[in-house]
């Protein structure tokens, strides 16, 4: 095992093979835990123009359909997640197909980051292993990063001013201008849907063995907190692991175990070092070497 240091000497002395050192570590990790093990890496941190495909979308199912070939599913499936989140749509699809092969046990490892619909992936996860360092984010969800929980409470904003003084109409005027017919109705569509999405997913699975009124109390609490824009502040806010606690989720400390905080930080570091030196803006890789490997214009699966 290394740190971010010990893996660049690593990679240099084996003359640049990314892949043979992030393989390597992956298998490492899967031997550790006896489960199945798939990382799911988006390189935005590392592109200073990141494409669109960085982000969740549906072309991540043939990554993952790649990668989970062939697997022994009775051995359950340890997700390691770095991602900015994406588009819904993907990832309840995504989601979807996982549960279809391995109901619910499926353990979340959040390195770093897995903000937004990656929380969301998190969420439909038994456990959620996070270190001192990691963080998830809000589910809020936004369009063309516009946040609907802000353009409902402008709108809701310009409703009671206007009524309260009709003078303030051609202030709001050109503000609510700005956005297209039946827009305000897809934003609370919008939050609807991920709302219903975590719920389901958390009661289902973190929460499945809980009885029905604990479910709901905590489950409602969860929601309220990390899908409330008057909560959070910022669809970029950073849910540290003792506020997830705080909150209700499921949290298991890295630091608590060495071995596997040791495995899955070097995993970690080896994905970021790919994704910093090449060409490579997302990765979908599993413990026996098949990778999706995603570049600004080119797909390669490896085996």
């Not at 499936?77 to 994406?86: E, F, N, Q, S, V």
């Not at 700005?178 to 609807?192: L, R, V």
């Not at 289902?204 to 709901?216: A, I, R, Y």
Request: charged content about 20%; some cysteine; glycine content about 8%.
């Amino acid at each position: 095992m290394g740190n971010w240091k010990e893996l660049g000497e690593e990679i240099h002395r084996l003359g640049s093979t990314q892949d043979i050192v992030r393989r390597d570590y992956l298998k490492k990790l899967h031997q550790l835990t006896g489960r199945n093990v798939i990382a799911y890496y988006s390189g935005w941190l590392q592109k200073q123009a990141a494409p669109p495909l960085i982000f969740i979308n549906d072309n991540d199912k043939n990554g993952f359909m790649s990668a989970l070939k062939g697997m022994d599913r009775s051995k359950g499936l340890d997700l390691i997640l770095h991602t900015p989140g994406g588009e819904t749509a993907a990832t309840e699809s995504l989601v979807d197909y996982l549960r279809s092969l391995f109901g619910t046990d499926i353990r979340a490892f959040v390195p770093q980051l897995a903000m937004s619909a990656g929380t969301m992936v998190a969420c439909a996860c038994k456990e959620i292993f996070m270190g001192k360092h990691s963080s998830l984010g809000p589910i809020d969800p936004q369009f063309n990063g516009i946040p609907c929980h802000g353009v409902i409470e402008e709108f809701a904003k310009a409703y009671a001013e206007i009524k309260s003084d009709p003078a303030k109409i051609p202030v709001w005027q050109p503000i609510i201008a700005k956005y297209p017919p039946a827009f305000i109705g897809e934003c609370q569509k919008a939050i609807t849907w991920s709302e219903y999405l975590v719920k389901k997913w958390l009661g289902t699975g973190m929460f499945v063995d809980f009885s029905e009124p604990q479910k709901v109390e905590i489950i409602n609490k969860i929601v309220n907190l990390i899908g409330s824009h008057d909560e959070t502040l910022s669809h970029s806010r950073h849910l540290t692991p003792d506020r997830c606690k705080e909150i209700g989720l499921r949290i298991s400390m890295l630091e608590d175990t060495q071995e596997i905080q040791d495995a899955v930080l070097t995993v970690h570091h080896a994905f970021i070092h790919t994704l910093s030196s090449t060409v490579a803006c997302k990765i979908i890789e599993n413990h026996n070497g098949v990778a999706f490997v995603q570049a600004q214009k080119t797909i390669n699966i490896v085996q």
